[in-house]
């Protein structure tokens, strides 16, 4: 029990730190939404990685690196270390200056204006929000799941659930966007101290890294020291999947809360040393507990830090680890203040609720929309508690479709000749390769490879019983978690060992797909399973199923969707109308000209 | 200048392709996989070229904005009015 007190000590900080950034803030919209865009550069930078990198860092990513090894770090924390700051740097900064010159508080909100259209901006929030709704469903199923785990099931299901829901609400109802920030620099703070905490206590009571990885690599599982099991297709094409951060309203979003731009700068140098402080020791214990655990089934190999933990520290850390699954859960505070934002900027404000309710409406209907999405959340995590895998193979997808979103901002920000035209042909695009993915990865199930099921779960190490299994629905698993970059965007989870039989193939043709790993055999001159079956025979390579998800010629749809979406952005722009030439030379002002601004007018008026 | 800086932003990208790592099973110091520890080095050099992004490539012009106080939303019912049904007319 005591680990879940001190996840209730938790809940009762952050509600505490809401309610206090209540007392700070005014009654505006951009005060509420924005925290008048005057956030500090320390909070700026933890909040934005805190909800950028959610607590999958810490255990979902050792999980993925029991399976696949160490390249789970280039795969997903380097590539986002590049990626996601250049994103920052390209466009935060710009969305940034928009916002402050024009009042911005939403994509759609610069984009309608941007491109001189309506409707089609209501297209690309409907695209966005679709995407960003199974966050919130996931973020109140784990919380229940995980209230009951930790709680030895003496918290239930829908009370956990009820709390979370409950206690995420109330801080993102009472701080908005201050109340997020803070909380998310929190849990930032609190991922960093329990990584650096588990990291030294495990080694210590391992006796040292050296022995532990010279015992992985004297076993059949030294294939995790290196990336032979990650195909060369799946390592490229994860570069683009960071793409989605910018895109992710959430994000977008909290750019626009800087107090300075100058807040950009340490942002963006620390921001791949804050991704290798958190990940790096995460997928390194992911492959030191192959030591001390031989074959975990990969459905249960997502809480192996928390074995390593309960096997190699004691109650209280049991307790850290608590918060810190909470913390993990609770971080769709972000997206529902964004869809909170959005719904009142770009669909009652812009549809006239700010001129028939007046300014002060618009922060009361943002808070009645938390509430009502908190409730209808939560009423859907308890209708469909066993349906969990819809909605985190929705979060996967959504993961391609922001990536492929991001020509659009691209051309909105860079090209003057860009049109609201060829953002609707590459907004459709996007919203058909969601789909597509979808119905290929439904239609393939049968004929997915199967991973190997090992018959037991052996524990190597000073073990006691093993602890349950993350259950479905917490969003730990790196198949699930709502964080940047998606782990599960893909992967397929290579099996951990080969299977002693070829996996079973319903009328479909393997291919071993993948680079340089592809063809050679496992440990012990065991044939490997094939990496992937094509889907339709006739069409060769093009669509390939693997364990968990579909690729294109080996590829991750990410990458032909974002390709798709920025040549039909290009191609259909240059045959329609650009906007008029007053919209141009408001959005690309010619330099030296910045002197005739626009009047600032009373925030929220 | 800004074709180095591109230059410098690409070379950086394709250095995250260590292809020859791929199968590399050493230990760095007897403890971190030799393919780790070059991806941690990555991450220091990609926070590297960021400062050198920063300190040569800041849009120093967006600092203007910071004079400004935050303007309202462009978008109020009137825009709604011109913008929202007119897409096909445009």
């Known amino acids: 029990m005591l680990p879940a007190l001190i996840v209730f000590a938790y809940l009762g900080i952050v509600l505490y730190i809401g309610i206090f950034a209540f007392r700070k803030g005014k009654e505006s919209s951009e005060d509420f939404f924005l925290a008048s865009r005057k956030l500090g550069p320390a909070v700026f930078l933890l909040s934005l990685f805190g909800t950028n990198m959610t607590a999958v860092a810490i255990l979902g990513s050792s999980g993925f690196a029991y399976q696949r090894g160490i390249g789970v770090y280039g795969l997903m924390a380097s590539s986002s270390g590049i990626v996601i700051p250049l994103t920052i740097f390209f466009i935060g900064t710009r969305?940034?200056?928009?916002?402050?010159?024009?009042g911005h508080m939403t994509q759609v909100q610069y984009l309608r204006d941007r491109w001189e259209m309506g409707g089609i901006g209501t297209f690309i929030f409907a695209l966005t929000a679709a995407m960003l709704v199974p966050y919130i469903i996931i973020g109140v199923m784990g919380g229940g799941t995980t209230l009951e785990t930790i709680s030895g099931g003496q918290v239930p299901y829908a009370v956990g659930g009820a709390i979370v829901a409950v206690v995420v609400a109330s801080y993102v109802f009472f701080g908005g966007m201050r109340?997020?920030?803070w909380v998310n620099s929190f849990q930032t703070v609190l991922f960093l101290c329990f990584g650096a905490i588990a990291f030294l206590l495990i080694a210590r009571s391992l006796g040292g890294f050296d022995t532990a990885m010279n015992k992985v690599a004297a076993s059949p599982k030294a294939f995790l020291l290196s990336r032979e099991r990650i195909p060369a297709e799946e390592f490229f094409s994860y570069m683009f999947i960071p793409l989605s951060s910018i895109m992710f309203p959430h994000i977008a979003i909290m750019c626009m809360t800087a107090e300075k731009v100058g807040h950009f700068k340490k942002t963006v140098i620390f921001y791949p040393i804050c991704i290798m402080l958190i990940w790096l020791p995460s997928v390194f214990l992911g492959v030191v507990a192959a030591s001390q655990y031989l074959n975990v089934p990969p459905g249960e190999t997502n809480d192996i830090?928390?074995?390593?933990?309960?096997?190699?520290?004691?109650?209280?850390?049991?307790?850290?680890?608590?918060?810190?699954?909470?913390?993990?859960v609770m971080a769709s505070d972000s997206q529902i203040l964004a869809l909170s934002t959005m719904f009142t900027e770009d669909l009652f404000a812009y549809y006239g609720g700010r001129r028939k309710f007046g300014p002060k409406a618009e922060v009361w209907a943002g808070r009645a929309f938390i509430v009502a999405i908190g409730v209808v959340a939560y009423l859907i995590a308890l209708a469909l508690k066993d349906k969990a895998g819809i909605f985190e193979l929705a979060i996967r997808f959504a993961f391609s479709g922001f990536a492929a979103l991001a020509p659009i901002m691209l051309a909105a920000l860079f090209w003057k000749r860009s049109t609201k035209w060829g953002a609707l042909a590459a907004a459709s695009s996007v919203a058909a390769g969601v789909l597509g993915t979808w119905y290929l990865t439904n239609i393939s199930n049968d004929i997915a490879p199967k991973p190997p099921r090992p018959p037991a779960v052996a524990a190597a190490g000073p073990g006691t019983a093993p602890p349950p299994p993350v259950p479905a629905g917490a969003p730990l698993t790196a198949e699930a978690s709502p964080a940047t970059p998606d782990p599960a965007a893909t992967p397929a989870a290579t099996p951990a060992s080969p299977p002693a039989a070829p996996p079973e193939l319903v009328g479909a043709q393997p291919v071993a797909a993948g680079g340089?790993?592809?063809?050679?055999?496992?440990?012990g001159g065991a044939p490997?399973?094939?990496a992937a079956v094509q889907i339709y025979p006739a069409l060769g390579n093009m669509f390939l199923r693997g364990p968990t998800n579909v690729t294109v010629y080996g590829y991750l749809p990410v990458m032909p969707m974002v390709l798709i979406s920025g040549l039909l952005m290009v191609v259909v722009s240059l045959m329609t109308r650009p906007p008029s030439q007053a919209t141009l030379d408001k959005y690309f002002p010619p330099r030296g000209g910045a002197a005739r601004r626009e009047p600032a007018e009373a925030p929220g008026g | 200048m800004k074709v180095a800086l591109t230059l410098l932003v690409i070379g950086v990208l394709l250095l995250h392709q260590d292809t020859w790592n791929w199968t590399n099973k050493n230990l760095v110091f007897g403890f971190l996989p030799a393919g780790l520890a070059y991806h941690a080095f990555f991450s220091l050099l990609a926070a590297a070229t960021m400062a050198v992004l920063?300190?040569?490539?800041?849009?120093?012009h967006l600092e203007d904005e910071e004079s400004l106080r935050p303007a309202?939303?462009?978008h109020t019912e009137s825009a709604a009015a011109t913008a929202g049904g007119g897409d096909e007319a445009r």
Do not use: E
């Open chain 1, 516 to 523: 340089p790993a592809a063809g050679v055999r496992g440990a």
């Open chain 1, 305 to 328: 830090i928390i074995r390593l933990l309960r096997d190699n520290t004691n109650l209280i850390v049991s307790g850290i680890l608590g918060a810190g699954i909470m913390a993990c």
């Open chain 1, 95 to 102: 969305l940034w200056a928009l916002g402050k010159r024009h």
């Open chain 2, 54 to 60: 920063v300190h040569f490539l800041w849009p120093a």
């Open chain 2, 72 to 74: 309202t939303s462009p």
């Open chain 1, 179 to 181: 109340g997020t920030a």
């Open chain 1, 528 to 530: 490997r399973p094939p």
